[in-house]
């Protein structure tokens, strides 16, 4: 079965919507414009995409759109390891939303550094992403030797 499109007149009009503060108003043209009880709740859920002017896939997430995002500059960037790399760069794609994204972030792009702990494959730090929220950092022992099996552990 083909998904529901939005027309783009039915996107111009609610484009500007807060699709989880809905005014009395708001619902009631949303009512008459999606008539489809689940991509009614769709949209009331997760919003539209500014990009491709159609349902996000999940909230304030639109599946295609950051793929395509994330295809586009794999190029533009590496860990200088090529499994590495491939296999951020699956999970890129396979992500359904914006907590399982995963990046390569260059070092020299955290501050606030701090060690936490020393395991068997790495020491874990914890550490502010300039650009980001704070996050943990997993150095990896002999990551020049990493393998596709030890990256899905």
């Not at 998904?3 to 039915?10: A, F």
């Not at 996107?11 to 503060?21: A, L, R, S």
């Not at 002017?53 to 533009?76: A, E, G």
Request: hydrophobic share 30%; aromatic share 12%; net charge negative.
């Amino acid at each position: 079965m083909d998904e529901i499109k939005l027309s783009d007149d039915v996107f111009e009009q609610i484009k500007d919507f807060k699709h989880c503060n809905l005014t009395e108003e708001q619902k009631s043209l949303i009512d008459k414009l999606i008539t489809d009880k689940k991509l009614k709740e769709r949209y009331e859920y997760n919003g539209l995409c500014k990009i491709c002017k159609q349902f996000n896939t999940s909230s304030y997430y639109c599946h295609p759109c950051v793929s395509n995002h994330f295809q586009q500059n794999f190029k533009n960037w590496t860990s200088g390891n090529h499994v590495v790399d491939e296999f951020i760069q699956k999970a890129q794609l396979k992500a359904k939303d914006e907590d399982n994204i995963i990046e390569w972030i260059e070092y020299d792009k955290f501050e606030n550094v701090e060690y936490l702990a020393k395991g068997g494959f790495g020491t874990t730090f914890k550490a502010v992403w300039k650009d980001g929220p704070k996050v943990a950092l997993k150095c990896l022992h002999n990551s020049q030797d990493i393998t596709a099996d030890f990256l899905k552990k």
